[in-house]
């Protein structure tokens, strides 16, 4: 045990065999004013296992639970750094409330350098919510994941970026869920603080039987105040990525009452909102070449790019649906077929 002038930083660990308690929910009920740093060991029932390191930041009053996760895709550098950040430049001190950070959630994919998937068993974890306890150990991290850190959360921001193989612009975006409207309205207000020029609002639409897939639909679904921010890509951080995420955190935190002894001066306003998506999907297998970047404009009908096969024979050329920005597209040549190939927010 560190002490320290403001703050105690408690190391601990624990492991979740399948049908037990993860122990989770009771280290975040004693947890006491300061930091406490916590691997969870997770076990699925073919013996494989994981460990997912969790910060609890506990503040002196009692306030909301703001959950902030990183890593659920390993590559996506600057997000996981700006938590690893974030965690020395909060004070308990001046903390209402309490944080639940996750900075890097899928630590296989991150050490593996693994694009997108776990390597224990290829499974996507930002499609598997919400998971499965007799399924895959992908599976059961989203079930932890679901059943123990959504459920113990007022607020959550689920952090993303373009992995190794996407570029795009950096953005804040949230569902638009009419069945939870003031949970919506938050998280609409907390994207208008952020500092983010851009803001992307999703449609919330899910049948009852069908799973929500990514992790902060998921936490949407559960009635839970959730959004997600967008920074960095094609494998590389920034140090004004990071420091852009971290500002955001700390205005969400400003306007939520949580930390600070006075209001954040906010930027202006953002500059642009995006209430419609359209996806295009790779058609074939191949090479893609393209001369456009995220954050381009592009007309409806114009030429996105074309893919090659191995011998550099065009196969097929790509055009845009719809008139808007590009938010994201793929941004090295190998696609596979059915991979989004281009985001337009219009």
């Not at 306030?63 to 996506?76: D, L, Y």
């Not at 113990?152 to 009419?178: A, Q, R, W």
């Not at 011998?311 to 808007?324: C, H, Q």
Request: aromatic share 10%; charged share 15%; net charge positive.
């Amino acid at each position: 045990m560190k002490i320290y002038i403001l703050s105690i930083i408690l190391i601990s660990s624990t492991v979740f065999s399948f049908g037990q308690d993860t122990g989770f929910k009771s280290i975040l009920a004693k947890s006491k004013s300061g930091i406490t740093d916590t691997n969870i060991t997770i076990h699925s029932l073919d013996n494989k296992s994981v460990q997912i390191p969790i910060t609890i930041i506990k503040g002196r009053v009692k306030g909301p639970t703001f959950t902030i996760i990183a890593g659920i895709h390993g590559m996506e550098y600057s997000p996981i750094l700006s938590l690893l950040g974030l965690r020395k430049q909060i004070d308990p001190a001046f903390l209402k409330g309490q944080l639940i950070i996750i900075p890097v959630a899928n630590q296989m994919a991150f050490y593996g350098r693994t694009p997108f998937v776990n390597p224990l068993d290829s499974v996507n974890l930002n499609r598997a919510f919400p998971g499965n306890i007799n399924g895959t150990i992908t599976q059961t991290m989203a079930a932890f994941l679901t059943n123990e850190v959504f459920t113990s959360t007022d607020v959550l921001l689920d952090m993303h970026g373009g992995d190794v193989s996407e570029d795009l612009i950096p953005f804040v975006c949230y569902y638009d869920n009419k069945q939870y409207v003031n949970q919506t309205a938050v998280a609409s207000r907390l994207s208008e603080v952020s500092g983010f020029d851009t803001i992307v609002k999703y449609p919330f639409i899910l049948e009852k039987d069908q799973p929500a897939m990514y992790a902060f639909k998921q936490a949407v679904r559960q009635g839970i105040t959730a959004l997600s921010i967008e920074v960095g890509g094609l494998g590389k951080w920034k140090k004004a990525e990071i420091s852009l995420a971290q500002k955001a955190i700390f205005r969400m935190l400003s306007e939520l009452k949580m930390y600070g002894s006075k209001p954040r001066q906010y930027l202006p306003g953002a500059k642009a909102r995006y209430n419609n998506q359209s996806y295009v999907s790779v058609p074939v297998k191949g090479i893609f070449i393209s001369e456009l970047n995220a954050g381009d404009l592009i007309v409806k009908g114009a030429e996105i790019g074309y893919i090659m096969d191995v011998f550099g024979n065009k196969k097929i050329t790509v055009y845009a649906p719809v008139s808007g920005i590009i938010l994201y597209m793929i941004g090295t040549p190998p696609v596979n077929k059915d991979e989004t190939l281009i985001c337009i927010g219009y």
